[in-house]
DNA sequence: CCTATAAATGTGCGTGCGCACACACTTTCA
DNA sequence: TGAAAGTGTGTGCGCACGCACATTTATAGG
């Protein structure tokens, strides 16, 4: 017998999942931009802000963050550029370097949480009940924890 | 009194959405890559294949599919010139004109289908419980009918 | 009936983003 | 020690995608 039969509720949970994030993402950006700060600058200062000793090197960034390890790299440049990272050499492995937040970089990013935290509430949270989040969170972290590190 | 708390868990529900959508495409895309049909194109097929008389007009097709209107019109300009799909003039609005889907791109979506569907069971559905299915349809429906139509 | 506004579509352009590849350095192994 | 293989990072290139605009046709208002 077949290993087991593809079931459509499977595909509409996942055809959520897609129109969901098509539809929640471009509402954050809006917001986000209202502030002068593009979303993925904010992953990363999110990121570099909680890691320890502010700094991180660019393949943790980009693993942490949602973001691939070249696009790191890029925005990386960008926000050095506007002062709020710095790269800085790391004296054990000289090919790698580790990116800081700077003062500048966690004022922005204190500037920026409050509205960011405001539009994931209003355009996604807010209609969902907390047994629902729950349920998601662990759920689709489940998800992550196997589909995570899958590059074959 | 401020309105309301902004809560983490809804913040990490958020996070895991935007995970789990980063690291799900790349996985369905190279399964469909691997019988040669953009995730796209199969997206729009679908989407035709289930319309009242296999048509749709470009916006219809861009509010159905998860493709911005822009988008589709030159996606189904592609698939045209792959003989999957063809453009029909709407006596009824000249503006606009039917996106119909033709017996070969039927064959190509029926070709198509079980590889997508696979995929969608081994790199998404696997991992969750019919419970935690139904809950996550649910409740991401919810935010969809409120979200889905924001474009300001 | 004629004009102003709205709607449906297509397209030039700039940007985001990943794939390959190149480069520098580190580790392994004989 | 001296290659050879492996790892961390940056970057040229091409494609996806949305914004803003142009075009065509429909609709509303006088």
Known sequence: MPARATDPEGVAAWAAVLRVHA??????????????LPISWYDV???LNAAPDRR???TELGEQATLSRERVSRV??????????????NPDDRRSS????TPEGRRRLRAAAPTYLRAIERHFARHLTSSEIETLTAGLGRVLVVEERRTP
């Open 98 to 101: 580790y990116a800081v937040i």
């Open 45 to 47: 200062l999110l990121v």
């Open 56 to 58: 991180l090197r660019m």
């Open 76 to 89: 990386v440049t960008d926000l050095e550029g506007a002062g709020l990272v710095e790269r800085r050499p």
């Open 23 to 36: 539809a929640v993402v471009p509402s954050l950006e809006r917001a986000l931009a209202a502030i002068g």
